[in-house]
């Protein structure tokens, strides 16, 4: 998969990292001064053909939380795990973080990237974290995954399509979209299609990327994502999409060894240095 980011140098990384008080293993507060071309209007309405302009939008006055796994070091490239929260804090459970940890994998998250916020607000605040990161640690350009949780995972579910070329993998938990409309298996509810995607982007999607779907017996949104795997991502030829059914689970956030199982379908076939 091509990928357009510049790296800069790593001495220039590791002085960035220690100036705004980055540890490995701890979490910490980051900000971005810069924006991407690819999050700005343009790119936002083409890759989802929106017809409206979004709402204006200033990455300096954003803020993230990182947590850098403790055995991170120059030279041995981490994944990127960028979280869309429901709420308005980026917050994860503990056994999660070692889940992450465990996987060398890096975790982003935005504040104020809540479901009381726009959604291009939302897709820009995980794009820009996309693109700043790399900038500052060796990412492994095959790991490099969107995730989500209820509405933060419909709209992970969006990125995971819309932008293919900058995730190689999507776990949405108990929320997904799709760019069709979707029926339930017993054809009695439709769910409506939220997005257009552009069609390179999406034959890159189909082919290149994978993408978990995560619910639970006793998820409001099992229906909707059920209908979405089977009759959305399978019905249009996706080649790497699972559906996670956590037995007796509601509309929380599952155990962490759940995001351990949908994490290594989505580090399937990649070649992940222990």
Not at 116 to 135: T, Y
Not at 151 to 179: C, E, H, K, P, Q
Request: glycine fraction near 6%.
């Amino acid at each position: 998969m091509s990928r357009h980011f510049l790296i800069l140098p790593f001495l220039s990384v590791l002085s960035f990292a220690a100036d705004v008080g980055i540890k490995p293993g701890v979490r910490s507060p980051i900000t971005f001064q810069v924006s991407p071309q690819v999050s700005d209007n343009a790119q936002i309405k083409m890759r989802m053909h929106a017809m409206e302009t979004p709402p204006p939008y200033d990455v300096r006055m954003e803020k993230f939380d990182i947590l850098v796994p403790k055995k991170y070091k120059k030279g041995d490239p981490h994944g990127l795990f960028i979280w869309v929260s429901p709420s308005n804090a980026p917050a994860i459970s503990p056994e999660w973080e070692a889940v992450l940890a465990e996987k060398k994998l890096i975790f982003v998250g935005a504040h104020n990237s809540g479901n009381n916020r726009e959604v291009f607000a939302r897709m820009r605040l995980a794009v820009d974290a996309n693109d700043n990161i790399r900038e500052l640690f060796d990412i492994d350009d095959q790991r490099v995954y969107v995730s989500g949780f209820s509405g933060g995972g419909r709209v992970a579910s969006m990125l995971g399509v819309t932008y293919a070329d900058m995730f190689t993998g999507t776990i949405a938990f108990m929320g997904t979209n799709f760019y069709t409309d979707t029926v339930t298996l017993d054809q009695a509810e439709v769910f409506e299609a939220r997005y257009i995607p552009h069609d390179e982007i999406l034959a890159l999607a189909k082919t290149d990327c994978r993408y978990v779907l995560v619910t639970g017996d006793k998820d409001f949104n099992l229906k909707n994502t059920r209908a979405v795997f089977e009759n959305g991502f399978k019905k249009e030829g996706f080649k790497s999409v699972e559906m996670i059914n956590v037995p007796g689970q509601g509309h929380q956030p599952p155990k962490a060894e759940w995001l351990k199982k949908a994490i290594e379908f989505l580090d399937a076939g990649k070649a992940v240095k222990k």
